[in-house]
């Protein structure tokens, strides 16, 4: 089963997806639009802008491979700590800090090189660059390739330049997975301070570590008079073949009968 954070990414993602190309709404209404959002009140573009995979093309399914992969793998063997553990709130903590630092460095990433109002690519690329640097000797495969996972992020770079398939998203989820590592990981490794912390909401909401989930209460019995007892196990019963002490007792009596009998 894909851990909890994923799983709502992967779903968020599959409707916006075939919502959007089997013409339920316009593709425009899932971008990114800030005066929407301010003067229109479409909030929901806040989220579904990271959802949304782009027109059914071969790329696109791709691209959705690769975000349940490397999510499920970066929150199943644990994000960088801070503050949780490592767990699924670190992990939150980390997919909201890339979405929102997308979000502000796009004006900055529009004055080199335009890219897109949709940032789906963007943040799974993201979790793909922050992947590699915290697992960066784990073996992988690329069509059947070996490749250590820290070139991973470049594989995909070099795929899409070779396919002549857009790469500038990509580059600047990389850009945003990059400020993410070097204050998480590089900053308190050399000056020995920690910059980036968790906020106590999420904590609050998944927990220290991984998110397990509330255990399902067990219905009570309603019936009148009912009496709880633990059930006694091996009593009242025989014993098969005569091998327990109850048979071996009962086989020794039987036997004494015999003998006085005759």
């Known amino acids: 089963a894909l851990p909890i954070l994923t799983k709502y990414w992967f ?17 425009g209404k899932l971008l990114w639009n800030w005066e929407a959002i301010i003067h229109g009140f479409e909030l929901w573009r806040i989220v579904t802008c990271f959802c ?26 644990g994000p960088f700590n801070t ?5 699924t709130a670190d992990y939150a903590f980390m997919l909201l800090f890339g979405a929102l630092f997308m979000l502000l460095t796009k004006p900055l990433a529009n004055m ?36 250590q996972g820290f070139w991973m992020p470049w594989v995909y770079w070099a795929f899409a330049v070779f396919t002549a398939a857009p790469w500038r998203s990509m580059v600047h989820g990389y850009m945003c997975g990059h400020i ?5 990981d590089v900053v308190p490794n050399a000056y020995g301070k920690d910059i980036l912390f968790t906020p106590q909401f999420l904590i609050d909401q998944f927990g220290i570590g991984h998110y397990v989930g509330a255990a399902t209460p067990r219905a009570p019995d309603n019936r009148p008079n009912a009496v709880h007892r633990p ?14 002490p109850t048979g071996r007792a ?8 015999t003998t006085s009998g005759s």
Request: glycine content about 16%; charged content about 5%.
């Open 250 to 257: 009962a086989s020794a009596a039987r036997s004494t009968g």
């Open 112 to 147: 080199y090189w335009p890219i897109g109002s949709y940032y789906q690519e963007n943040l799974t690329m993201f979790v793909v660059y922050v992947w590699s640097k915290k697992f960066p000797n784990v073996n992988m495969s690329f069509w059947g390739v070996p490749i």
């Open 11 to 27: 779903g968020a993602t599959a409707v916006c997806t075939l919502a959007g190309n089997l013409g339920m709404f316009h593709p």
């Open 83 to 87: 503050g949780a553990g490592g767990g």
């Open 231 to 244: 059930h006694q196990w091996g009593t009242g019963g025989q014993s098969l073949g005569g091998s327990g």
């Open 180 to 184: 993410f590592y070097f204050l998480v």
């Open 52 to 77: 949304y995979a782009g027109a059914f093309y071969f790329r696109t399914l791709m691209l959705i491979v690769t975000q349940v992969m490397f999510s499920q793998r970066f929150e199943s063997a």
